[in-house]
């Protein structure tokens, strides 16, 4: 059963609640992916950085308890006892919190920020 985050319309209010609670929490490099049909797993991911271990897991929790408070439901979450990286999974929107170092090393926005290759297009 998807989370009441993964409804279409409260897709556009779980983005504002969690670039709010982002901004809030003074995450810095915030950037917005629509995923919409790129991906089976959501439809919008957000990546983040915190400035150390301590500052990526405040600005986890306290995104948990934005979506929490704004009635989006629970979100699941990896990786908070490390810090790292932290993947907050609220049904239709993922939220990744890294410490830069980490960010810099996956580079995850790169991959999901790639033009759609066309239909049949073979590599």
Known sequence: MPSPAGTSESLP??????????????AENIVSIDIQGKSPLADHMIVASGRS????????DHLIRAFKDAGLGSAR???????????????????HVFRPEVREFYNIEKMWQAPDLEEGTVH
Do not use: N
């Open 77 to 95: 979450v990896e990786g908070l006892s490390s810090a790292d990286w932290v993947l907050i999974d609220a049904g239709d929107i993922i939220v």
């Open 53 to 60: 271990h301590r500052h990526v897991s405040a600005v986890a």
């Open 13 to 26: 209010r779980a983005v504002a609640t969690a670039l709010a609670s982002l901004e809030d929490s003074k």
